[in-house]
């Protein structure tokens, strides 16, 4: 016996709670990586990276929508076309962004604070005005919905594995994308130093345009999946900002290795803490922490060694 | 305790006859008075809005910020109200118009348009607010510059103040007869509280807790996530491991959402009712959000659902879906909601008098044998004597009522024992 | 000629007169008494933009967080008046009388040893600027200290600011969790709901402003103010000039802080409550957006951005209450894009070169006149 459990049930909810913070973990990875590329690789801070989550969610509602009354024989697969409709929106949507407004502030990065922020209001107020105030709901296919029951206690959820394999699928593709392809190379290339990257022939600009859309696309994707467990409405977007912050912040700007071991401790740390302790707790205790370790150690949990 | 009701159908019947389905009829005490019998100087003696012809009134509601998913339905609630009662007439023969102000879910913001529509527009009435926290900031303007506001929310009670007219329950009606039912039919011995953190569920569950640990049963946890929390695993693998009889969720807004789709795939299925789900907090409105097929199966515990098969809310079902849309849908609050302006009338009549004073004075124990969740009655302490249903959520998100209260049950907001 | 006399030069003392004169006469005779205090409810969020402009403008540290200094002397104030309200006799229904009615209803039975010395107004008014002060002084120095500047900055007081609103609601017993402290009666025995009370406080909330202003101005012209812009345009020369840079960005900091909580101390005296709405990351930002408005580097631009922002949020979201928000978003886009120096700097490049040269053309003619005189 360990407290008011038995042993089989004392590792029952290790087991669990070992899963709970892996999904949570993965949907963590999934909001601040690109937002690890955009702020880490451009130096652009982007608070609208939330609404960009939420046009994928809505992208996923509309596609869900789109196949339940047109084509229901394709309903258990419609997900797949909504995660790529889900980034092309959002890519594309960040391309003009980046075109309209980032451009032209990249050396004032507190600047890019304040006009995402606005941006961020505009396209709540948008979302408020063509898809209503009302949450939305996602239906999902029936091979996404239900667990696989390991023992009595622990039961796998189906949808906190796909997002655990999306996760995955996704850190991998950026991260073959940024360091063994020539499209990487050229945007490493642009941060490391601009001018030079440029006196050799690479379009730097097309670099950020492109780079400021690919963050945007996978917080597009992060939408997508969150539909499956979270909410789709248009101030959700904004609840995720400050953590998705802390954690990019936390592993170390720039360092894309940093940003999921930062995501991976906090979210091991909320939801440990959240088992014992309540949900509101464990939140000030972990951002706590999180502050109070930064504080003593500002660069993050991993750096980038750069001349500055 | 037991009230003896007036069959509101023959009368309703009546109108359907006469082709004004639409326009519940009122029946009260004294007899409508007409514009003409009752001069403005007199119906208004302190100064208010009220001219030969028209009366104005406030609705205070969010229509921006997080709030405007809950307040829209009683937005649309109150405006449907004010057109019926302009089409059968009018409050003591004038029409009423309204001022409609935006809280933006911004509680401050709340008290000033507040102090707007009582010093600046003279509003005889206000029809608003949603949150407790908005009620409580615009409390002290009601309550300095003498107004009076129509409340709909179901919400925590310990308050009872003489400017504000609660018509949605207050907890302990709300709740303590929900537990009485899954103890009764269910044979639930055990339970798991949980709810977002602030003021209501942590009253709520407190009430509850009290109830439950009264009955001699067992709370086997409780458990409170911020507002907006959207990752609820951790207190799923508690249930999983105290098995409780019942989960009892005061879980609000967006995070119900993500609540009750990971409960599902955590391969809690509520239809098997092994835990029950019972919930306070989830309306047809907020089921929109859930998804009918991720809430299924759950009970839901507050006095009006879409479905109740009565010919009042047979008309205000029809009425409302021709104003707003075939797609809408009418939770708890925004029935609480509609019936603001039609208690308002019914106590401005009785008093002869659009002071607020007076309307006051004559709001105790007027009836409304139209309203859509039946019959109701306001109580000396400005609650509504009302009944409680249990409903059973369905996949198209409508709820089966399987059980109402026999009697109306008795507003309570300051329960002794309970605090 | 006196210090106090070089503080302003000649044109600002003419902003500065002409500012008083708007508040102090203007606004008085031309709005009602509810209208007037909305003004003042402006006013207080001019504080924080004032503290905004020396911290962020001079000093180059943009803070998301000055909800939480805002809020902290708010609440400080609140917990004064809500235990003066909280009277045994007033508070008779509770099982326990004499405490706050919010921990009544949540089974506290005695009053918490931290709110025990709000009974004192010294202590409270004390308070309102210690608090956060304090906290202001433990986050400058752990960041400063460690040449954590900028961006990281305005992340990390983002974060506590969101921190503080999660604990603030959560631990609802001690503070009125979301709801707020709400329910204030009078301050020393005196209604602060009556309108006369709210005339009073209008215009002590103008007079505090005013000499918040005068120190602005103070610290701007001052040695200090040179070396703040220093720092902010090329950090490393000051410090090898021999400067210690963290302890002057501490003290700005800390400047601003106290600046926004005697807002949020004069903002709970107007509006009669305190709730964590003001503390979060929404509420901060938009401060941020009201000095931007006005002008950062305009210590005069900072009070006018604080009341057209809020006068224009007030009056559209009485007309059109879906357009605000696009108005809100436009306004912060704009602001960077297309006038970064806000109304000041709008003022500067077209109105002041029409007055310079108009009072100039007058000074030329008076200069001429006595010209022919003399040959």
Redesign the interface.
Known sequence: MIGDYTYTEFTSILAMQGFAGLTLFSVFVLMALGLAIIFGQM?V?NMAHGEFMILGAYMTYLCSQFFSVYLPSLFSIYFFFAMILAFAASFLLGMLVEWG?IR??YR????T???T?????????AY??IFGAREVGVTLPDWLMGSIALTDIIEIPINGLFVMGLTALITLGVYFGMFRSNWGKRMRAVVQNRTMAGAVGINTKMVDRMTFGLGCGIAGIAGSAFTMIGSTGPTAG?LY??DT??IV?FGGAGSLIGTIASAFSISQAQSTIEFFL?G??A??LT??T??GI???R?QGLFTLKIRR | MRQKTISPFSITRRALLAGIAVLPALTFASAPLRAQEVATADANTTGLAVTDDTVTVGILHS??GTMAISETGSVEAEKLAIDQINAAGGVLGRKIEYIQ??G?S????F??KA??LL??NKTAAVFGCW???SR??V??VFE?YNGMLYYPTFY?G?EESPNVIYTGQEATQQIIAGIDWVVREKGAKSFYLLGS???WP??AN?IARKHIEKLGLKVSGED?Y??GNTQFNSVINKIKLKKPDVIYAIVVGGSNVAFYKQLKAAGIDMSKEKPLLLTISVTEDEVRGIGGENIAGAYASMKYFESLPNDNNKAFVSAFKKMWGEDSVIGDVTQAAYLGPWLWKAAVEKAGSFDIDKVRAASPGIELTTAPEGYVRIHENHHLWSRTRIGHAREDGQFDVVFETKDLIEPNP?PEGY? | MSPALFLFRKREWIYFAILAFVLVIVFPSLFDN?RLN?IG?YLTYSFVALGLVLCWGYGGI?S?GQGIFFGLGGYCMAMFLKLEASTPEATA?Q?TPGIP??M????ITSLPFWWEPFHSFTFTLFATIAVPVALAFI?SV??FK???G???F???T???A??LT??I??Q?GYTG????I???RTLLGWDI?SDNARYVFYFICVALLLVSLIVAQFIRISKFGRLLIAMRDKEDRVRFSGYDVANFKIFIFCLAAALSAIGGAMFTLQ???M?P??VG??PS?EM??FC?VGGRLSIFGAIYGALLVNAAK?SL??TF??L???A??????A???VF?EGVAGLYRQHIEPLIVRGTSLLRIGKVRKPRPAAE
């Open positions: 130096g801070i407004l032209f502030l004032r990065p507190l600047d604070l304040l006009a922020w606005g941006l961020s209001l505009i396209l709540q107020q408020r005005s904004q900002i400050v912050f802390l912040v309540s509101s707790m939140k000030v951002l706590l999180v502050v930064l504080m003593l500002p | 229509i921006t102000e935006d933006a911004d509680w401050p913001t008290a000033e102090k707007k010093v600046e949150t407790s926290a409580k900031a409390l002290p300095q925590e310990l953190d602030y003021i942590r009253t407190k409170y911020p507002l300051f605090q | 509810f909305l409810k943009l998301l229904i099982s009615d919010f009544d209803w949540n089974q986050i752990a960041m460690r040449r954590v900028g961006v990281y305005a992340i990390i983002q974060a506590i969101a921190i999660i604990l609601i959560g609802q969790g979301v709801n707020g709400t329910d204030l709901r509006v009669g409550f709730s709405s003001f990351i929404v930002i941020v957006i931007a007030t979201s009485e209450p879906e605000w928000l696009f809100m978003g436009g306004l912060f886009i602001v960077v894009m970064p």
